[in-house]
């Protein structure tokens, strides 16, 4: 078996008021001049913004602004960022934001350290051999981006959605205020819900062997998100729910989920979510959530008794003893808690009806043109690959 | 509430043939010149000593040994440390071994950067602005140091036994190979169990709030330890209970089981225990499982859920309602199974016969002298303490 890792150098402070750690942890870093990159209008409207930037300005350290960060983040905005970290020689950056806007960051600092193009990273043209000193102030707890290793980024042209990863990116430190993220509108939470859910459940079903401390600690991660997911969709400013939720987005995306066990992760739904969401420009909770419960019905037959076990221990769903029934009791659960939460949980759920030319369109982005297979759980090629967006459609 | 914070920096390696990435990791580090600290004769019986300052001097980069830890850490060893650390300009410290041997290197990193005695740092004459670098090859899974940010000393004149504990100590990496745990005795072998679960146990019972993740997440990694504790016992070269537990103890003590919670931990429990094994040199592990069950009945009236939530997530007790009662029941089946494993349950398992001034002088000294109190679940003053000593001779 392979040799596995567990690198997480970020430091996480989590609570009331942490983004107020923000200038101790600049200064940690000698940071002296820092662009402060974000996306949405809401820390703007209330006033988080202005209140960091006048902290840091305080402190003597210098900014630079730069918004308008969307989801799916544009290759495009991250261009104008190396541009101004260059020409301002700017040290440091910092997100204000959620997965995009710690996305866009990792985008500008790789680009920052390299001569040529940005998106070489995305293509697979280069690998980054360096990052720029990276921190965030979250305000949403979904991508977990804020520990991960990994970056998503959106070519504007052709709607090519990549990723890289490299432990350069891990950021210097992620401070999480469970508040910022009561504003949250109901259908981002749920999104946010299902997609740290699959960060865990991505790690979960593999081919090959699991480590079984691994297993217990990715059950009660979901558990927890199974328990406290709904009570913030009812109960937005729920404190208690919040923390929980926010801790386990940072948790369920640094590799802990994963550790010990034989591959990565399978990533299958990622990544045909990644096409979807390129196309479409869905939300990637919500991609994810539309094409689940279709890929786990189309490749539970490896190995049925993972599928029981999964629904035993996260919706504690009792075992029949007969395999195939568990597993799909198991696939029905999850997508009935999907469902609740308001997801989609097919593609035509979003109102697209996916033409025929589409599906082989998607199919083929997937394999990057013929280039790879995706999965680990089943190695899915182009035809199994269009073979669940049909189904799912 | 106070703000959580969760910093692990250290690189985690865990497998078959782990402590091969050793010249990967000093190189990455800048390392030229190693101080290859260790304890044991077993890593030259097994030839792992050898092997590795092969593999270094091979790399270009120098080496220096010091062995000669012993359980409980000596301060003379550790100023020895210093003392070659600073003639020869060594610029990264290597462990090999466990807790101790990383304790030993902890004390050596603080006290090389340090003009004064190490032993200041213990004794809280003065605190640590600064540290060495530190990497580790584990050959024993039990204090989890490889990850935390703590280190345990004892002073050879008065038998003191004293922790510091700061982030600058934090390892840049550890290398973790389950094999050679498997040539571990017995007795050693169930101290660790002991002690692994103690670290999370620790921050389990504590006065006021704690996570939900973070109670999910303890009680899932107690769990494994329930299971495979006793596999490693029986069965020593069974890779899958040495991998479940090696890891266990590097997240017990990593800060992760008691993240977001409102006290940092109780730790009366080691404190009392460094006394016991300050005067008597008993195994860390057993002596916290000689104190433990007469700790848990004398504190348990300030919260009985909790004792009983633990008997039903840990042991899978049935709760009967009567939380007096399922506490009871909880401490009485940890108990029978720290007792399952070999370990004492009371100090007089030991073959120790306490006299009257050994538990007033076991009082004093863990009160400091009067200076401070034990525990966060129940405050512990110095009457309160002698008390448990009493009940648990």
Redesign the interface.
């Known amino acids: 078996?392979?040799?596995?890792?567990?690198?997480?150098?970020t430091?996480?402070?989590?609570?009331?008021?942490?983004y107020k750690?923000v200038v101790n942890e600049l200064k940690k870093q000698n940071a002296t001049k820092v662009l402060i990159h974000y996306g949405s209008d809401r820390i703007k409207k209330n006033g988080l913004l202005d209140e960091v930037v006048s902290l840091i300005e305080e402190s003597g350290i210098k900014t630079f602004t730069l918004g308008g960060v969307v989801p799916n983040p544009r290759v495009s905005l991250v261009r104008k960022g190396v541009e101004l970290v260059k020409k301002e020689n700017i040290d440091f950056i910092l997100a204000i934001g959620g997965g995009s806007v710690i996305d866009s960051c990792k985008a500008i600092g790789y680009g920052s350290l390299y001569d040529g193009d940005v998106w070489d990273f995305y293509s697979q043209k280069a690998t980054p051999t360096a990052c720029m000193s990276i921190g965030c102030i979250l305000t949403m707890a979904a991508a977990g981006s804020e520990m991960s290793d990994s970056s998503v980024i959106t070519n504007d042209e052709g709607g090519l959605k990549r990723g890289c990863n490299t432990d350069y990116c891990r950021l210097k430190f992620a401070l999480l205020d469970p508040e910022y993220t009561y504003s949250l509108p109901k259908y981002q939470t749920a999104c946010a819900v299902v997609d740290i859910m699959m960060h865990t459940i991505e790690r979960f079903f593999i081919k090959g062997t699991t480590?079984?401390?691994?297993d217990?600690?990715a059950?009660?991660?979901l558990?927890?998100m199974v328990?406290?997911g709904p009570i913030a969709l009812t109960d937005p400013t729920n404190y208690?729910a919040r923390?929980?939720i926010m801790?386990?987005s940072s948790?369920s995306h640094n590799g802990f989920t994963g550790?010990?066990n034989s591959w990565r992760g399978d990533w299958a739904c990622h990544q045909m979510e990644h096409e979807l969401s390129g196309m479409f420009d869905v939300a990637h909770g919500a991609g994810l959530s539309a094409i689940w419960s279709t890929w786990a019905r189309y490749v539970y037959k490896e190995n049925p008794k993972r599928f029981a076990f999964f629904g035993h221990e996260v919706f504690g769903l009792e075992l029949t003893g007969d395999d195939d029934k568990d597993a799909n009791a198991a696939i029905d659960k999850t997508e009935e808690f999907f469902k609740s939460l308001g997801m989609p949980i097919r593609i035509s759920d979003f109102g697209i009806t996916l033409t025929d030319d589409q599906l082989e369109e998607l199919a083929t982005k997937a394999t990057f043109y013929g280039k790879r297979t995706l999965g680990s759980f089943m190695t899915l090629d182009h035809d199994r690959i269009k073979d669940i967006y049909t189904l799912a459609r």
Chains 1, 2 share one sequence.
Do not use: D
């Open positions: 078996m392979a040799i596995a890792s567990y690198y997480t150098p430091h996480v402070l989590m609570g009331k008021g942490a750690e480590l079984a401390f691994t217990n600690m059950t009660a991660l558990r927890t328990k406290f208690e923390e929980n801790w386990a948790v550790f010990g």
